[in-house]
């Protein structure tokens, strides 16, 4: 039951070249630092990784796509990443890009067991239709294309409704980042930095979790925990400096005015974007 192993580099030993990645976090909040810097010094390559996003250009599964180790991406946005942009345009990375709420529900579904779902988003448009480019040549040209997927009727309470089938995702490895977790791998995720964690978790074949405090078995309140136990193989307790390694995607900051009714330009508690709460 004790699924704590000594480092990061052992829990992702055995991730093959090829396998596919269920990677937690939106933005860098949440993100499994850790886990993904172990992925990269381990070498492994031709990775197809799950995501919202691909982190930043020098940080989070960024740090992977730099050094040419993913080959696919299946994720719902790219903006904040110049390098992510430049290999998808490029013809050096096939991305699959999804409807973020789409996205969430395809690794929930594939963590319980469903194998497909019917949804309305995406209905009329190339979702559904088919033909969003998911690679390109080095001229530009549009070598591979989502194919168009099955489309139904359904009665509502606002009459006949066209939704469109989307196919579960399951991946062979999750790696995941909470803010609490025991040996029997039950998980807590902290505020924000909830996000597609517990989704990533469950829909991995084997998910490692990296958590900033480890704790024994019984003093996580049951009430309490996200992701029970049943889903997660492997814990990695972190280093107090490894779980304060938290960055901010973009800084905003505004005046705040002190006592005295003067700006001392500090940075409110709403002023930073993409990095609360992990």
Request: hydrophobic share 40%; charged share 25%.
């Amino acid at each position: 039951m004790d699924k704590v192993v000594s480092s990061a580099a052992e829990a992702v030993a055995d991730i093959p070249d090829g396998a596919t990645l269920a990677v937690g976090g939106f933005g860098l909040c949440g993100i499994p630092s850790v886990l993904i810097e172990a992925v990269l010094e381990a070498g492994t390559s031709h990775l197809e990784a799950v995501s919202n996003n691909c982190g930043v250009d020098d940080w989070g599964l960024g740090r992977l796509l730099v050094e040419k180790r993913l080959r696919r991406m299946i994720s719902s946005y790219v903006g904040e990443n110049k390098e992510f942009a430049r290999q998808y345009l490029s013809g050096e990375l096939e991305v699959e890009l999804t409807p973020q709420g789409t996205l969430a529900e395809r690794m929930r579904a594939g963590g319980s067991g469903i194998p497909g779902f019917y949804t309305a988003t995406g209905v009329g448009t190339q979702v559904a239709e088919g033909g969003l480019p998911w690679k390109y040549d080095a001229e530009g040209n549009v070598v591979v294309a989502s194919p168009p997927k099955e489309t139904r009727v359904f009665s509502t309470a606002e009459g006949d409704k066209e939704y469109v089938l989307e196919e579960a995702i399951v991946a062979d490895f999750a790696l995941v980042r909470a803010w609490k977790g025991d040996r029997h791998g039950n998980l807590v995720y902290r505020d924000s930095a909830r996000n597609f964690n517990p989704l990533a978790a469950m829909c991995g074949r084997t998910t490692i979790a990296e958590v900033e405090h480890l704790v024994e078995p019984g003093e996580l309140d049951p009430n309490d925990v996200h992701t029970p136990g049943v889903y997660v193989q492997r814990v990695v307790a972190l280093t107090p400096e490894q779980a304060a390694d938290k960055r901010i995607e973009r800084v905003t900051t505004r005046p705040r005015p002190d006592s005295s009714g003067s700006a001392d330009g500090a940075l409110t508690d709403d002023a930073a974007t993409h990095g609360l709460g992990g």
